[in-house]
């Protein structure tokens, strides 16, 4: 008899084919995704130059996964890392010279275990080599980078711009790290709580400073409030410096790319990101004679958020590509140039997105948009046509880079990047129902292809509770976190047809002793559930209501203390639990 089992893992949903024996009594698990598409944020994608095809994306709380150009899919690489802040990637760096070399920093926050993990087989085996500076891979500035880089004229000579702690290095791949006495910018120290530093937000090398066996020229920038932001070396990072005549040093630095011919450009923006940039520029620095050149896209009213992605075409001298970030009015999109910046074209008016593999993306328009926090842009190395760019739900790829009119695809096949909150597996009707954080949540009827449609009204955006009748299972009810937290704000609702369609609900205000009658759903934090008959809703908080009119009228259970978390017996409809988690 075979059985099919689902399962919450953190940031991935899984499923299982048991094969259950009936002697002995054993049973063998085969676990695979549950095909949602992508679905959350990837703060960058990036092409190996070792090999053409080869591809490594980073996500903020999902791990890191490699393109396999054979299979034509993402494969996690971190599904044996039992560590849950290794999730968490700060940077990845693909060995320039050997493909099957790669390194990962990983950890998740601040205050959680940090490593750089080395691979000599393309991410399938790990060596984890804890380090003693914090990470922050799903923190703020998460989009900066990258962070972590190999000298490509040593391959064993690495460093690392740490977010609180300096520059660190090491020069036997990794396996050992060392904090660079000499450069400037020591760090600010350990974060305040629900805090973080910028830090040296990238480190660039030279290519063609290395006729020595070691690239002699390497830049750093510096992602805090400082009177320096950008720092070089000239002797292989044995000494550092201020860079000279660096622009405005209220715009801080986060990411770099360094050209055939020395030039190095640079993104700015006011804040490190994701949210709260509110403006940017784009600047190039010629080492050969010293010369700043502003040639940021866009100025004046049109000037809106920062630069973020940014990336150059290896095989055309002159063609670079920035992306824009926080750009809400406008849109975001992607500036390209064929001078080195002398003349901009916006793809966003030359685009369509075709999201038939992920139609879900849409998110109830008639095309996908753009996309936001675009943060992630990489050219392939290998074929200038080739063009992917981030977003905070998914990764977009064009063979369409030197035409006139681009059409972008989902690049997510084998990515599981969303965030489950809650999961429900009814007893007839759909297979899953999923509670996703930013991304509402899905009716899952067909388990192996993604959903065709998020739960979008109402627009609650984080589902953080599930149930279903359990005798009637089509009559689901969630509780998930609006928009934007008010007390008029709905934050409850309930469907009929297995979680297809949606409908409001809002329990009143009532007084639970402090200084006055206040909702105890306003922000999404009240859980609710339906008994089995699919009658009786109950919303736990500060004080427990039940409805049984679909929300026309409500009352308190009697005999329960504050706090408490109601449960509904899935046979019984008149029985009930609570459970009091406080005391």
């Given at each position: 008899?075979?059985?099919?089992?689902?399962?919450?893992?953190?940031?991935?949903?899984?499923?299982?084919?048991?094969?259950?024996?009936?002697?002995?009594?054993?049973?063998?698990?085969?676990?695979?995704?549950?095909?949602?598409?992508?679905?959350?944020?990837?703060?960058?994608?990036?092409?190996?130059?070792?090999?053409?095809?080869?591809?490594?994306?980073?996500?903020?709380?999902?791990?890191?996964?490699?393109?396999?150009?054979?299979?034509?899919?993402?494969?996690?690489?971190?599904?044996?890392?039992?560590?849950?802040?290794?999730?968490?990637?700060?940077?990845?760096?693909?060995?320039?010279?050997?493909?099957?070399?790669?390194?990962?920093?990983?950890?998740?926050?601040?205050?959680?275990?940090?490593?750089?993990?080395?691979?000599?087989d393309r991410g399938a085996t790990w060596r984890v080599t804890k380090v003693p500076f914090?990470?922050?891979?799903?923190?703020?500035?998460?989009?900066?980078?990258?962070?972590?880089?190999?000298?490509?004229?040593?391959?064993?000579?690495?460093?690392?711009?740490?977010?609180?702690?300096?520059?660190?290095?090491?020069?036997?791949?990794?396996?050992?790290?060392?904090?660079?006495?000499?450069?400037?910018?020591?760090?600010?120290?350990?974060?305040?709580?629900?805090?973080?530093?910028?830090?040296?937000?990238?480190?660039?090398?030279?290519?063609?400073?290395?006729?020595?066996?070691?690239?002699?020229?390497?830049?750093?920038?510096?992602?805090?409030?400082?009177?320096?932001?950008?720092?070089?070396?000239?002797?292989?990072?044995?000494?550092?410096?201020?860079?000279?005549?660096?622009?405005?040093?209220?715009?801080?630095?986060?990411?770099?790319?360094?050209?055939?011919?020395?030039?190095?450009?640079?993104?700015?923006?006011?804040?490190?990101?994701?949210?709260?940039?509110?403006?940017?520029?784009?600047?190039?620095?010629?080492?050969?004679?010293?010369?700043?050149?502003?040639?940021?896209?866009?100025?004046?009213?049109?000037?809106?958020?920062?630069?973020?992605?940014?990336?150059?075409?290896?095989?055309?001298?002159?063609?670079?590509?920035?992306?824009?970030?926080?750009?809400?009015?406008?849109?975001?999109?992607?500036?390209?140039?064929?001078?080195?910046?002398?003349?901009?074209?916006?793809?966003?008016?030359?685009?369509?997105?075709?999201?038939?593999?992920?139609?879900?993306?849409?998110?109830?328009?008639?095309?996908?948009?753009?996309?936001?926090?675009?943060?992630?842009?990489?050219?392939?190395?290998?074929?200038?046509?080739?063009?992917?760019?981030?977003?905070?739900?998914?990764?977009?790829?064009?063979?369409?880079?030197?035409?006139?009119?681009?059409?972008?695809?989902?690049?997510?096949?084998?990515?599981?990047e969303t965030v489950p909150l809650s999961l429900a597996s009814p007893t007839s009707g759909?297979?899953?129902?999923?509670?996703?954080?930013?991304?509402?949540?899905?009716?899952?009827?067909?388990?192996?292809?993604?959903?065709?449609?998020?739960?979008?009204?109402?627009?609650?955006?984080?589902?953080?509770?599930?149930?279903?009748?359990?005798?009637?299972?089509?009559?689901?009810?969630?509780?998930?976190?609006?928009?934007?937290?008010?007390?008029?704000?709905?934050?409850?609702?309930?469907?009929?047809?297995?979680?297809?369609?949606?409908?409001?609900?809002?329990?009143?205000?009532?007084?639970?002793?402090?200084?006055?009658?206040?909702?105890?759903?306003?922000?999404?934090?009240?859980?609710?559930?339906?008994?089995?008959?699919?009658?009786?809703?109950?919303?736990?908080?500060?004080?427990?209501?039940?409805?049984?009119?679909?929300?026309?009228?409500?009352?308190?259970?009697?005999?329960?203390?504050?706090?408490?978390?109601?449960?509904?017996?899935?046979?019984?409809?008149?029985?009930?639990?609570?459970?009091?988690?406080?005391?």
């Amino acid at each position: 008899m075979n059985r099919t089992l689902r399962l919450l893992a953190p940031c991935l949903l899984l499923m299982a084919t048991a094969g259950l024996a009936a002697q002995p009594p054993a049973t063998l698990y085969t676990w695979r995704n549950v095909v949602i598409g992508g679905g959350g944020f990837s703060p960058n994608v990036i092409f190996s130059p070792a090999e053409r095809g080869l591809a490594y994306l980073r996500t903020d709380v999902g791990g890191a996964y490699r393109w396999d150009s054979k299979q034509h899919r993402w494969v996690p690489l971190e599904d044996s890392i039992w560590e849950d802040s290794y999730y968490g990637i700060e940077s990845i760096a693909p060995d320039p010279k050997d493909p099957d070399v790669v390194y990962l920093a990983a950890g998740m926050y601040g205050s959680q275990p940090a490593a750089i993990l080395r691979s000599s087989d393309r991410g399938a085996t790990w060596r984890v080599t804890k380090v003693p500076f914090k990470m922050g891979g799903n923190e703020d500035g998460r989009g900066m980078g990258e962070r972590l880089a190999v000298d490509p004229n040593r391959t064993s000579t690495l460093f690392f711009g740490s977010r609180h702690d300096g520059l660190w290095r090491s020069d036997d791949s990794g396996g050992h790290w060392q904090k660079v006495a000499g450069f400037p910018w020591a760090g600010l120290g350990e974060p305040q709580p629900r805090k973080t530093h910028g830090g040296v937000s990238f480190v660039v090398f030279d290519p063609a400073s290395g006729a020595t066996g070691e690239s002699r020229t390497i830049y750093a920038g510096v992602a805090d409030p400082a009177s320096h932001h950008l720092f070089w070396s000239t002797d292989g990072g044995a000494t550092w410096a201020p860079l000279p005549g660096e622009p405005d040093p209220a715009l801080l630095p986060v990411k770099a790319a360094v050209a055939s011919d020395g030039r190095l450009y640079i993104d700015y923006c006011t804040s490190i990101g994701p949210n709260g940039i509110d403006g940017g520029a784009v600047w190039s620095f010629d080492p050969r004679t010293g010369a700043w050149n502003d040639i940021t896209p866009v100025r004046g009213d049109k000037a809106e958020g920062g630069y973020m992605g940014l990336s150059l075409d290896r095989g055309r001298p002159g063609r670079v590509a920035v992306s824009t970030v926080d750009r809400w009015n406008h849109g975001d999109t992607i500036w390209l140039s064929d001078d080195a910046g002398a003349h901009w074209t916006s793809l966003l008016e030359r685009s369509t997105r075709d999201t038939a593999s992920a139609p879900f993306l849409k998110f109830g328009r008639a095309m996908a948009p753009f996309g936001h926090w675009v943060s992630g842009l990489a050219i392939d190395p290998f074929d200038g046509d080739t063009l992917a760019y981030t977003t905070g739900d998914s990764v977009y790829r064009t063979s369409d880079g030197l035409r006139p009119r681009l059409v972008w695809t989902p690049w997510v096949k084998g990515v599981e990047e969303t965030v489950p909150l809650s999961l429900a597996s009814p007893t007839s009707g759909a297979h899953l129902v999923s509670g996703i954080g930013d991304v509402h949540g899905f009716v899952h009827d067909d388990l192996d292809r993604p959903p065709r449609e998020a739960f979008l009204v109402p627009d609650l955006p984080n589902t953080n509770n599930l149930d279903y009748a359990g005798q009637a299972p089509g009559i689901f009810v969630r509780s998930a976190s609006p928009s934007v937290a008010t007390d008029e704000g709905v934050s409850l609702a309930w469907s009929g047809d297995s979680g297809h369609h949606w409908r409001e609900l809002v329990a009143p205000a009532v007084s639970t002793g402090g200084d006055g009658p206040a909702r105890v759903d306003g922000n999404g934090d009240a859980p609710i559930a339906v008994a089995a008959d699919g009658k009786t809703f109950v919303v736990s908080g500060t004080a427990m209501l039940a409805t049984a009119d679909r929300g026309r009228s409500w009352w308190r259970p009697a005999g329960v203390l504050s706090d408490t978390c109601a449960v509904a017996d899935k046979v019984a409809p008149l029985v009930w639990y609570a459970i009091d988690y406080r005391g």
